[in-house]
């Protein structure tokens, strides 16, 4: 993909669309790959993500500090996020994020429990923590996910349907 816009701790977006590259919300631990894309007529805000994960007390308060800062969704811009967002749909933090106006893709489409981490091993138990959340007016058409040979976490593929007019 020709098209990219990169932050240091492997995230990034990749697109056969151009990518314009915006700020990452300030105050993140890990910084997040923000960028706008004209995808079919229609301008998206586009975010991959990669809080830290909860290992100790230290981290735990940066992964909630880090999903408290992550751009909500909003009536004025199109936004996706997606990434490796360390947390469950049990994380009040992250359930308050979606409450801003996200969907989660898989819960959408009645996938919301297939484990996504670790890939390819039984200890620990295997957990969703890889998340797409699309702006609630954009339709889910399909989702899966896929193993990737010397990763740790498995793939996930989200097929979304932008509405047609949006702002």
């Known amino acids: 993909m020709p098209h990219r816009v990169a932050q240091p701790r492997d995230v990034a977006l990749y697109s056969t669309a151009p990518l314009t590259s915006l700020p990452s919300p300030s105050g993140l631990s890990n910084p997040a790959a923000i960028a706008m894309a004209t995808l079919g007529g229609t ?3 586009l975010g991959a993500v990669h809080p830290p994960p909860p290992r ?15 751009p909500p969704a909003d009536d004025e811009t199109l936004r996706i996020l997606a990434g490796d967002f360390n947390s469950t749909l049990d994380h009040a933090e992250l359930r308050e994020l979606i409450a801003t106006g996200y969907e989660d893709a898989a819960a959408q489409v009645g996938a919301g429990l297939k484990a996504t981490w670790p890939a390819n091993r039984r200890f620990p138990p295997p957990v969703t923590i890889d998340h797409v959340l699309v702006d609630a007016r954009c339709g889910i058409r399909s989702f899966s996910v896929h193993d990737i040979p010397g990763s740790d976490h498995r793939a996930v593929f989200a097929e979304v349907v932008l509405p047609s007019a949006a702002p």
Not at 56 to 64: E, H, K, M, P, S
């Open 43 to 45: 301008q998206v805000e």
């Open 56 to 70: 100790n007390g230290q981290t735990v308060d940066a992964l909630r500090g880090d999903l408290s800062r992550l």
